[in-house]
């Protein structure tokens, strides 16, 4: 089962975490809570997903790719699905840090194996990884990928 402050207490953890931040890329964000949370928080936030219907917070209605320009202090994403890899690429592509909670693999992997894949990449790609875990039900592992560059 969610938690229903999943969205509050990851936006305040990027807030604490990365508080020089303040343009924050949230991929493949669904409907935009987590946006609305970092953005009471005072970030400048931008949604990306493909849904129709969303809040009415500032979102990029599309598929988010490395080749995005990078606008973005941060890039983050809550369960971010098939687009998990993608936020470690983009991050140090564009050599800016990322916070992910992952949720379910896309390769079909359990879930050990894949937080230890996704830190193996993120640390090859160049990048300092952290890991965390927030207070909440469900799958509350964060991993935090710093450039090393």
Not at 80 to 108: L, M, W
Request: net charge neutral.
């Amino acid at each position: 089962m969610a938690d229903k402050q999943r969205f509050e207490k990851f936006a305040r953890f990027v807030a604490e975490r990365f508080s020089a931040a303040r343009r924050v890329y949230d991929i493949a964000g669904g409907q935009g809570r987590l946006n609305e949370e970092l953005t009471k928080l005072g970030r400048e936030t931008t949604t990306f997903d493909q849904r129709h219907k969303h809040l009415d917070v500032r979102y990029a209605q599309r598929r988010f790719t490395v080749d995005e320009p990078c606008a973005c202090d941060v890039v983050v994403g809550m369960h971010p699905d098939g687009a998990t890899r993608v936020i470690i690429e983009y991050a140090a592509e564009h050599n800016v840090p990322f916070a992910i909670v992952p949720c379910c693999s896309d390769n079909g992997m359990s879930y050990k194996p894949w937080m230890r894949h996704l830190a193996e990449l993120a640390t090859t790609l160049g990048m300092a990884v952290e890991h965390h875990t927030l207070e909440m039900q469900g799958r509350a592992s964060v991993i935090v990928g710093v450039p090393q560059r």
